[in-house]
């Protein structure tokens, strides 16, 4: 059964800091990790990572995956009140057929709270 | 592009109730999923579709049915609502033969409460 863990489970920053969520998995013949943001509504898209791409950064935000140690980061830095979210990382990987229909396992999610 | 839409937004039932939950998308994609989401527990899959007329279990299947009568629509059911079923179910596609990526988008949810 695939497994997806996330820490911390919630973090409370001022603006300016610089946080790093964190992402363990156990799956079944990986294929991507996927990080989402959810605020009060539905998760939004941020990074997909997969063996032929382990580090992905837009603006503010940088996430690497590490296979080896079955592991993934999300980086935000010099964070801003709108970046308070729940942060939730999924995996999917493949059945012993080679397929995945695209299922995704979720972790937990991270709470990130962002004081002014 | 409206994306993934759901209907209803909110709904309060009685237990033993049942409701069925839409879900549409226009982007021409081949997987659906059905969500649940509670408190500390991330999102878990209930039902998936790999395509019309076919549907799967997820994780957590027991007490809900869906239907894939269309490419575009998914439909959740409860055929007879528990207080256990209270939570907010998120619909979300993948998969475009062209575009070749698992990337899943979310309808905006529904918030159901069962009395």
């Known amino acids: 059964e695939d497994k997806v863990v996330q820490s911390p489970l919630s973090l409370v920053v001022h603006e300016g800091d610089t946080v790093t969520l964190n992402c363990s998995y156990e799956v079944t013949n990986f294929r991507s990790l996927l990080w989402y943001k959810q605020e009060k509504k539905a998760p939004t898209f941020l990074f997909m990572l997969t063996s032929s791409g382990i580090e992905k950064k837009s603006g503010r935000l940088s996430s690497i995956l590490d296979k080896k140690e079955l592991f993934s980061i999300l980086n935000i830095t010099a964070t801003q009140t709108g970046d308070s979210a729940v942060y939730l990382c999924?995996?999917?990987?493949?059945?012993?057929?080679?397929?995945?229909?695209?299922?995704?396992?979720f972790g937990q999610g991270t709470i990130l709270t962002v004081h002014p | 592009n409206a994306g993934v839409t759901q209907t209803p937004k909110f709904r309060v039932l009685k237990t033993g109730q049942s409701m069925t939950l839409l879900c549409a998308q226009d982007m021409n994609h081949e997987y659906m999923y059905w969500y649940r989401q509670d408190p500390g527990m991330g999102l878990r899959l209930i039902h998936y579709?790999?395509?019309?007329?076919?549907?799967a279990k997820g994780e957590v299947p027991d007490g809900y049915n869906v239907s894939r009568l269309k490419k575009q629509n998914f439909l959740l059911g409860l055929e007879s609502a528990a207080p256990s079923q209270t939570s907010v179910y998120f619909c979300a596609s993948s998969y475009s033969k062209v575009q070749g990526n698992y990337e899943q988008f979310f309808g905006p949810g529904t918030r159901l409460t069962v009395l």
């Open positions: 999924a995996v999917g990987g493949r059945n012993a057929g080679g397929t995945s229909y695209g299922k995704l396992t």
């Open positions: 579709s790999v395509g019309e007329g076919t549907t």
